[in-house]
Protein backbone atom coordinates (compact mmCIF):
# COMPACT_ATOMS: atom_id res chain seq x y z
CA UNK A 1 0.00 0.00 0.00
CA UNK A 2 1.29 3.46 -1.19
CA UNK A 3 0.97 6.31 1.07
CA UNK A 4 -1.07 8.99 -0.24
CA UNK A 5 1.32 11.60 -2.51
CA UNK A 6 1.43 15.28 -1.52
CA UNK A 7 -0.49 16.48 -5.03
CA UNK A 8 -3.34 15.18 -7.01
CA UNK A 9 -2.66 15.48 -10.65
CA UNK A 10 -4.59 17.94 -12.09
CA UNK A 11 -6.94 16.30 -14.55
CA UNK A 12 -8.26 13.74 -11.55
CA UNK A 13 -11.28 14.89 -10.56
CA UNK A 14 -11.11 16.79 -6.95
CA UNK A 15 -13.68 14.46 -5.24
CA UNK A 16 -11.09 11.40 -5.98
CA UNK A 17 -9.90 9.95 -2.66
CA UNK A 18 -6.89 7.79 -2.02
CA UNK A 19 -7.10 4.09 -2.35
CA UNK A 20 -4.15 1.55 -1.55
CA UNK A 21 -2.47 2.13 -4.81
CA UNK A 22 -4.03 5.02 -6.89
CA UNK A 23 -6.82 7.83 -6.56
CA UNK A 24 -10.15 6.65 -7.18
CA UNK A 25 -13.47 8.59 -8.23
CA UNK A 26 -17.15 7.53 -8.84
CA UNK A 27 -21.15 7.87 -7.38
CA UNK A 28 -22.26 6.08 -4.16
CA UNK A 29 -26.04 5.32 -3.44
CA UNK A 30 -28.07 7.10 -0.48
CA UNK A 31 -26.60 4.17 1.22
CA UNK A 32 -23.01 4.48 0.35
CA UNK A 33 -22.30 1.82 -2.00
CA UNK A 34 -20.52 2.56 -5.00
CA UNK A 35 -22.82 2.31 -8.03
CA UNK A 36 -22.11 2.93 -11.95
CA UNK A 37 -18.52 3.57 -13.25
CA UNK A 38 -15.86 3.83 -10.55
CA UNK A 39 -12.14 5.10 -12.24
CA UNK A 40 -9.03 4.93 -10.53
CA UNK A 41 -5.68 6.57 -11.70
CA UNK A 42 -2.14 5.95 -11.03
CA UNK A 43 -0.20 8.58 -8.59
CA UNK A 44 1.56 10.09 -11.64
CA UNK A 45 -2.24 10.78 -13.12
CA UNK A 46 -2.73 8.21 -15.52
CA UNK A 47 -5.53 5.90 -15.90
CA UNK A 48 -5.28 2.61 -14.30
CA UNK A 49 -8.86 0.94 -14.38
CA UNK A 50 -11.72 1.01 -13.29
CA UNK A 51 -14.85 -1.19 -12.01
CA UNK A 52 -18.21 -1.36 -13.05
CA UNK A 53 -20.85 -1.25 -10.15
CA UNK A 54 -24.51 -1.36 -11.67
CA UNK A 55 -27.05 -0.03 -8.91
CA UNK A 56 -24.15 -1.21 -6.56
CA UNK A 57 -26.41 -4.32 -5.17
CA UNK A 58 -25.40 -7.21 -8.03
CA UNK A 59 -22.50 -7.69 -9.61
CA UNK A 60 -19.29 -5.69 -9.80
CA UNK A 61 -16.43 -5.90 -12.40
CA UNK A 62 -13.15 -4.30 -12.63
CA UNK A 63 -10.04 -4.06 -14.73
CA UNK A 64 -6.63 -3.04 -13.90
CA UNK A 65 -4.26 -1.83 -16.72
CA UNK A 66 -0.46 -1.61 -17.48
CA UNK A 67 0.77 1.68 -17.76
CA UNK A 68 0.65 1.26 -21.89
CA UNK A 69 -3.21 0.48 -21.52
CA UNK A 70 -2.73 -3.10 -21.99
CA UNK A 71 -5.41 -5.04 -19.79
CA UNK A 72 -3.34 -6.45 -16.63
CA UNK A 73 -6.12 -7.78 -14.66
CA UNK A 74 -10.07 -8.52 -15.41
CA UNK A 75 -12.43 -10.20 -12.50
CA UNK A 76 -16.05 -10.28 -11.78
CA UNK A 77 -17.70 -10.37 -8.15
CA UNK A 78 -21.25 -10.80 -6.92
CA UNK A 79 -21.93 -8.33 -4.27
CA UNK A 80 -24.87 -10.37 -2.75
CA UNK A 81 -22.68 -13.28 -1.65
CA UNK A 82 -19.62 -10.88 -1.58
CA UNK A 83 -17.70 -13.60 -3.68
CA UNK A 84 -15.61 -13.31 -6.64
CA UNK A 85 -17.38 -15.35 -9.64
CA UNK A 86 -16.77 -16.49 -13.23
CA UNK A 87 -13.39 -15.48 -14.72
CA UNK A 88 -10.80 -14.04 -13.85
CA UNK A 89 -7.62 -13.01 -15.95
CA UNK A 90 -4.45 -11.94 -15.09
CA UNK A 91 -1.79 -10.40 -17.81
CA UNK A 92 2.03 -9.86 -17.74
CA UNK A 93 4.65 -8.07 -19.86
CA UNK A 94 7.58 -8.72 -21.20
CA UNK A 95 8.66 -5.47 -19.52
CA UNK A 96 8.58 -4.75 -15.92
CA UNK A 97 5.04 -3.37 -14.55
CA UNK A 98 4.06 -1.92 -11.41
CA UNK A 99 0.75 -4.69 -11.96
CA UNK A 100 3.57 -7.26 -11.74
CA UNK A 101 3.24 -7.45 -8.21
CA UNK A 102 -0.85 -8.54 -8.66
CA UNK A 103 0.00 -11.27 -10.87
CA UNK A 104 -0.34 -14.67 -9.31
CA UNK A 105 3.36 -15.98 -7.72
CA UNK A 106 2.76 -19.47 -7.97
CA UNK A 107 3.84 -19.57 -11.83
CA UNK A 108 7.05 -19.00 -13.52
CA UNK A 109 8.18 -16.57 -15.50
CA UNK A 110 7.34 -17.49 -18.84
CA UNK A 111 3.72 -17.50 -18.20
CA UNK A 112 2.36 -14.40 -19.69
CA UNK A 113 -1.62 -15.02 -19.07
CA UNK A 114 -3.33 -17.06 -16.16
CA UNK A 115 -6.78 -17.49 -15.92
CA UNK A 116 -9.02 -18.97 -12.69
CA UNK A 117 -12.66 -19.91 -13.13
CA UNK A 118 -14.51 -19.43 -10.21
CA UNK A 119 -17.94 -20.36 -8.92
CA UNK A 120 -19.33 -19.08 -5.71
CA UNK A 121 -15.36 -17.89 -4.77
CA UNK A 122 -13.84 -21.35 -4.93
CA UNK A 123 -12.09 -22.10 -7.99
CA UNK A 124 -13.10 -24.51 -10.60
CA UNK A 125 -10.54 -24.17 -13.16
CA UNK A 126 -6.91 -22.69 -13.83
CA UNK A 127 -5.09 -22.19 -16.77
CA UNK A 128 -1.44 -20.81 -17.88
CA UNK A 129 -0.76 -19.22 -20.92
CA UNK A 130 2.84 -17.87 -22.72
CA UNK A 131 3.28 -15.27 -25.20
CA UNK A 132 1.81 -16.82 -28.10
CA UNK A 133 -1.35 -17.90 -26.56
CA UNK A 134 -0.47 -21.61 -25.88
CA UNK A 135 -1.76 -23.22 -22.73
CA UNK A 136 1.07 -24.09 -20.93
CA UNK A 137 2.01 -25.51 -17.53
CA UNK A 138 3.21 -23.69 -14.44
CA UNK A 139 6.60 -23.35 -15.60
CA UNK A 140 5.86 -22.50 -19.00
CA UNK A 141 6.37 -25.89 -20.45
CA UNK A 142 4.18 -27.41 -22.87
CA UNK A 143 1.34 -29.18 -21.77
CA UNK A 144 1.83 -32.55 -22.03
CA UNK A 145 0.31 -34.60 -25.28
CA UNK A 146 -2.82 -36.43 -23.70
Known amino acids: MANEPNKKPEHVPPEAVWDDDGWEYGVKDANGRKIGTWTWWRENGAVGGGSEY ?10 RNHPDGELAQSGEKDLVTDRWVGLMRWTRQPKPSPEDSFFPNMVAA ?12 YITTERCFDASGALVTYTGAPLPAR
Open 54 to 63: GDGTTRMTYR
Open 110 to 121: PVRAFEVDLVDG
